[in-house]
């Protein structure tokens, strides 16, 4: 099945001719010879194979260029060579979909990642995306291995292990229908210092009446089954054993364990490996301590079932464990007691797909501690990939339940997955330059723990198609070259624009004259190199800039700018000297010929107040100013029709302050501290109309308002109000109250002086009768006894 990549359309892009960031182009940092080392720099990089393409003086490495500035250079877009990847699905099976008790499918027959095998053509620079589904299939096969510490200390452990077997199953029915369970033991390397080396100690390590079997490295005491009893019976026979050290050599029994898998019975569906122990463990470079040196090789060395090279090979590493656990898809669960429960922990840190819980003080809890344990690690996947080639990278986006998305590290894995829950993975893969010189690679994604993988073949793009259509010998190229995708591509020791000299006579002096135009310049202008009596341009940083002409005398950015623009904007430079576009003239194209841009409101040139020079009014009345001679500053009603917007703006008053924003924004504000900060007509270079105005607080303000000689108007205004003085109210309390007391007392000083008057006027009226009494002056005209006489009538004198 092919899939068509859905290429996203080239988006033009822009360049600056002042300043341009050299690192973005690729494409002539490379300065290819050749179409194959152009595609090579970059996924943007084209070659042009059109024959005409080069103009005089340019190299062959500017064939090879970004794919817009190639067609903007004159390159027809079907000759310009740009390979692309592509990706094609070889097989691509479902996943299964199918619930427990169902139709009973083989492990081989299930699917759970999709699609399974893809071919990937790769281009430098260019990735490759395709989305891989994973679902948990339900009801999958399980093959669990339990591997158990049979030192001394786990001698109440073994009794509750022996049962193990049809419990577990029991369980285990639960989760799949197809489950199988094996058994090894392990203690110790049989030399010194990990064992006592005696004869009595070899038949029986155990002290006192201890019966114990012998020491042992590692036994493969059953292999993987579905019958639960044989499993209780073959661990019922087992014996307890001993060693001298505490660190035990379970690193030795978990290495025979992955690599033994056609006799250990492992079958391609999920793995499980129960490690059960007490104590720590031996690791790489331990085994020195009993004069063994050699590297654990990573083999299987089971004869009868037993692991015979303890004794030969040292411990192997944990990296070394890693990859052999990685490589056979085996899940880990260390069951251990909870002293050793920290050294365990930081152990599945370095072991993805790994697991840790605690073992009871004698494994009464071993069951529910495997079903926990599997399924937290069934709830995860991570996928990992096979060694990438040399300039291959990949990335991982994972899509997972409700929606969650992560990238970078995290983008390789999903957690809280339940069965029958399927996600995805976005996978990109990139390469760089050619990769293992153009040979085709395999590499390999799977998930963690799974034996399921994706094969992806991988093809790189080293060359072009014209490549292969080469001329070799050409007679173009004077017989020492193949003229391929336009050019001559030159055998060694000839070089050449058409591999017409030998490198041994380039630089020769009559050579060298011929790139001077004349004998008063440099070599190429230098701005070039002499090559076969030729002058072949420098490239130059910025692809829109080039060299040109037989003595590179010529280039395309020296010409003269306006507006910080090459020939304006309104041209093109050649050799030098702008060719200026349609309606537009001199030396930078910067006079248009256009009087459009003069036309005023009334449809006259310059509001017929001025003439229009290359597109600009020039106005001829002193008094108008503007784009157009429109706008007259010092007329009247200016200072009425900005008075509203100036007051809005500087003192956020007056009818348009709720429209400020939008109506008078079309002058340049500038505040003052004081009127004799305003601009004076006398000091400016263009007219300035002084303003005075009063607001509905019967408040002055002032400003002045011009048309600067860039045409932007211009307001400046005085930053406060000027505002007539208010009534001075204590003065006024004060003078009232005063008047108050001064009227109060002036009219009590009358009061009393008409009392005064009045009194005086009694008295001497009084005087004046007084002289005029006719009653003795002796007696008191208005004197009256105080004896009363009563004559009683009934009174005859009769005593």
């Known amino acids: 099945e092919k899939i068509n990549l859905n290429l996203l359309p080239l988006t033009p892009l822009t360049f600056s001719p002042f300043v341009f960031n050299s690192e973005g ?61 592509e990706r094609k ?68 452990d073994l009794e509750n292990v022996k049962n193990l077997g049809t419990s577990l199953m029991q369980k285990m029915s639960k989760i799949t229908s197809d489950f199988q369970i094996g058994f090894g033991s392990f203690v110790e390397k ?108 990573g083999k299987c060395h089971l004869e009868d079932n037993v692991y015979t090279m303890s004794h030969y090979y040292d411990y192997p590493s944990i990296a070394h464990l890693v990859q052999k656990l990685s490589d056979n898809n085996i899940q880990t669960i260390f069951a251990v007691t909870e002293e050793f429960q920290p050294v365990y922990q930081e152990l599945k840190n370095l072991i993805p797909k790994s697991a840790v819980g605690t073992l009871s003080a004698n494994s009464s809890n071993v069951i529910n501690l495997i079903i926990d344990a599997y399924n937290s690690l069934s709830s995860e996947v991570i996928l990992e990939n096979s060694k990438l080639p040399s300039g291959v990278t990949i990335t991982y986006t994972s899509r997972c339940k409700n929606g969650v998305v992560n990238g970078g590290e995290n983008g390789r894995k999903c957690s809280n997955i339940s069965i029958g829950d399927e996600v995805t993975f976005s996978i990109s893969v990139t390469s760089k330059g050619c990769p293992n010189e153009g040979m085709s690679d395999t590499i390999k994604i799977k998930p963690l723990g799974f034996t399921e993988e994706l094969e992806i073949t991988l093809n790189f793009i080293c060359g072009c198609d014209c490549q292969k259509v080469g001329i070799n010998k050409s007679p173009l190229c ?225 400003y002045t308002y011009a048309v600067n000689n860039n045409t932007v108007k211009e307001v400046h205004v005085v930053d406060s109000l000027d505002c007539p003085a208010g009534p001075d109210i204590i003065p006024i309390v004060a003078g009232v109250v005063a008047g108050i007391v001064l009227i109060g007392l002036a009219l009590l000083l009358i009061w009393k002086l008409l009392m005064i008057i009045h009194d005086r006027r009694e008295f001497a009226k009084f005087e004046k009768e007084k002289m005029n009494a006719k009653w003795d002056t002796g007696e008191n005209p208005i004197y009256k006894s105080a004896v009363t006489t009563v004559v009683n009538p009934k009174y005859e004198g009769k005593c």
């Not at 893809?118 to 395709?130: M, V």
């Not at 087992?238 to 025979?256: K, R, T, V, Y």
Request: aromatic share 6%; glycine share 8%.
């Open 478 to 702: 004077h017989s020492n070259g193949t003229y391929e995708c336009g050019d001559c591509r030159c055998e060694d020791g000839h070089v050449g624009r058409e591999c017409e000299c030998s490198s041994n006579d380039v630089a020769t002096e009559d050579m060298d004259r011929t790139c001077r135009k004349d004998n008063t310049t440099d070599i190429c202008s230098n701005s070039g190199d002499c090559v076969c009596g030729t002058c072949e341009c420098k490239n130059r940083d910025n692809p829109e800039e080039r060299y040109s002409g037989q003595f590179c005398e010529c280039d395309n950015f020296s010409c003269d700018r306006s507006g910080n623009k090459l020939c304006g904007g309104h041209g093109r430079c050649e050799c030098r000297v702008c060719v200026c576009d349609l309606m537009w003239a001199g030396s930078a194209c910067d006079c248009s010929l256009d009087n459009t841009t003069c036309m005023a409101s009334n449809k006259q040139i310059c509001n017929g107040r001025g003439t229009c020079d290359c597109g600009i009014c020039k106005c001829t009345d002193p008094k108008f100013q503007g784009p157009t001679c429109e706008i007259c500053p010092t007329c009247p009603g200016v200072c009425t029709e900005h008075k509203e917007c100036v007051q809005c703006r500087t003192f956020g008053t007056g009818e348009k302050k709720d429209t400020c924003e939008k109506d008078c924004s079309y002058f340049t504000l500038i505040k003052v501290k004081d009127r004799d900060k305003l601009p004076q007509p006398n000091d400016a270079a263009y007219p300035v109309m002084h303003c005075k105005e009063r607001d509905a607080n019967d408040c002055w303000f002032y």
């Open 190 to 297: 049989t030399v010194m210092p990990y064992i006592s080396t005696t004869p009595a100690k070899l038949l029986n390590p155990c002290t006192g009446d201890q019966n114990c079997t012998s020491p042992f490295s590692y036994r493969n005491v059953l292999n993987l089954t579905s019958d639960g009893k044989q499993f209780n019976t073959l661990v019922g026979q087992q014996q307890i054993s001993g060693n001298l050290d505490s660190p035990e050599g379970g690193f030795d029994a978990i290495m025979q364990v992955a690599v033994c898998g056609n006799l250990i019975g492992w079958r391609d569906v999920t793995r499980l490996l129960v490690f059960s122990t007490d104590a720590g463990f031996h690791f790489a470079g331990d085994g020195k301590l009993g004069g063994i040196v050699l590297p654990n090789d």
């Open 25 to 85: 182009n690729e494409c002539i940092i490379a300065s290819a010879k050749h179409c194959g080392e152009c595609i090579q720099a970059g996924a943007k990089c084209g070659w042009c194979k059109d024959p005409a393409f080069l103009k005089q003086g340019e190299a062959v490495s500017t064939r090879c260029d970004e794919l817009q500035s190639l067609v903007k250079r004159g390159c027809n877009v079907d000759m310009i060579e740009s390979p692309k990847g």
């Open 89 to 156: 699905i070889l097989r691509n099976k479902p996943v299964t979909n199918r619930k427990k008790g169902g139709e009973k499918l083989q492990p081989h027959e299930i699917t759970q990642i999709q699609p399974q095998k893809l071919n990937l053509t790769l281009r430098s620079g260019e990735p490759q995306t395709f989305d891989l589904k994973f679902k948990r299939a339900e009801d999958y096969p399980i093959d669990l291995y339990y591997l158990m510490d049979l030192s001394y200390s786990m001698k109440d």
